[in-house]
């Protein structure tokens, strides 16, 4: 992506509010303890990856993949919100559940290897500082529509929330 797309980091700061919203439990947890939130975000990270899908590949060589042949020249696109989810966790748990207590969230939201994102320390302080002054500045927020009723936008390489519509108060 290299930069080439600016939702990345917004689409992060504005799904991981809807993500605590659809998981008070989590919410709760994270306003009660400040620290937990460097490794709450690697777990929204993990949980839902704002870019949901590499750029495409082609295949060097003929190769099988998952018991699926791919030939030489055919296109491989890694759906990173998948593997996110299908690999085992390390420390066990059930991958398609939100824990910010996770010891270890291991993810592809930023790529890996010589793919690995030049921006991600940015987009994670971004993360912390956005999130850290909502959940300071603003102790009683809700969704102010049903979760279901929320706008995504349309597939493609970035995923997260067109709007968030929520109520707060003050104090």
């Known amino acids: 992506m290299a930069g080439s ?3 990345c980091p917004s689409s992060t700061c504005w799904a991981t509010p809807c993500w605590l919203l659809r998981h008070p439990d989590q919410l709760r947890l994270l306003r009660g303890d400040l620290r937990l939130l460097p490794d709450a975000i690697e777990e929204f990270l993990r949980y839902d990856t704002s870019v949901e899908r590499t750029t495409n590949r082609y295949a060097a060589r ?6 699926v042949h791919i030939p030489r020249g055919g296109v491989v696109a890694v759906a990173l919100a998948s593997a996110n989810r299908a690999a085992p966790l390390p420390c066990g748990g059930d991958a398609d559940a939100l824990d910010i207590t996770r010891p270890v969230a291991r993810h592809l939201a930023f790529g890996h290897g010589i793919h690995h994102c030049l921006g991600a320390p940015l ?3 971004e993360a912390r500082v956005a999130l850290h002054t909502l959940l300071t500045r603003v102790p009683h927020l809700e969704l102010a ?3 279901e009723s929320l706008d995504w936008f349309p597939a493609g390489m970035v995923r997260g929330v067109l709007s968030l519509p929520v109520r707060y108060r003050l104090g």
């Open 123 to 125: 987009a994670r302080l």
């Open 62 to 67: 003929d190769l099988e993949l998952g018991g």
């Open 145 to 147: 529509v049903p979760a």
């Open 5 to 7: 797309d600016a939702r």
